[in-house]
């Protein structure tokens, strides 16, 4: 299948694409008790929002890092929610691949799979989309290679994904100029 991008063709300087499997991430995490909220005597707890957060945004920066050969900064969270409650003592896989890449913009899935290893019992705990922004060196919006899609699965998510990066870029933040998440210019100043 074809390399997919943004249609900005006439500006992006010639890059060679990567695959979706190129930039994929697995990592994972025994939930600790110092990452648990507050919880009643007798209950085990269950893990911060925040310390998912924190592992799903550092996977996403490895993948748009691996993808692009750039410092990267997260511009936009999207779709999060919490399916299923992720407990003290549970392994958290985080697995982590681009779905859409535009001029400097990159689209990563994020799937979090909760293990209690004990009971041998996986559950799909969150997805969410994390738009990540590759940089030049004076920090400024750099251009990255192009996705290559393998099957009819990628290129449905890219869909997805292109159609997430427009809604962002234009209708979200249309009418406030200092709000610059998926932008690809920088704000004048």
């Known amino acids: 299948m074809p390399e997919m991008n943004s249609g900005q063709g ?3 300087p010639q890059m060679e694409g990567r695959k979706v499997d190129h930039s994929a991430v697995t990592m994972s995490q ?8 507050p919880h009643r005597p ?3 707890g269950y893990a911060h929002g925040g310390e ?3 592992l799903m945004d550092t996977a996403a920066g490895v993948t748009a890092v691996r993808h692009s050969h750039r410092t990267v900064v997260t511009a936009r969270v999207e779709d999060m929610n919490f399916f299923h409650p992720i407990r003290v003592g549970n392994l958290v896989t985080v697995k ?13 899935r994020v799937d979090v799979i909760a ?3 004990v009971r041998e019992k996986e559950t799909h705990a969150l997805t969410a989309y994390f738009m990540m922004v590759a940089l030049d060196d004076k920090g400024k919006p750099a251009p990255v290679p192009p996705l290559i899609v393998s099957s009819e699965k990628e290129r449905g998510l890219w869909e997805d994904g292109q159609k997430r990066y427009r809604a962002c870029k234009g209708e ?4 406030d100029e200092d709000l610059r998440a998926c932008r690809e ?3 004048s100043r």
């Not at 982590?96 to 990563?108: D, K």
């Open 185 to 187: 210019e920088q704000p």
């Open 30 to 37: 025994l939930i600790l008790p110092h990452q648990a909220g």
């Open 172 to 175: 979200l933040m249309a009418g």
């Open 115 to 117: 293990e209690d290893v």
């Open 96 to 108: 982590t691949f681009c779905t859409f890449v535009g001029r400097s913009t990159m689209a990563v």
């Open 10 to 12: 006439s500006t992006r």
């Open 52 to 54: 998912i957060m924190k």
């Open 42 to 44: 007798g209950d085990i």
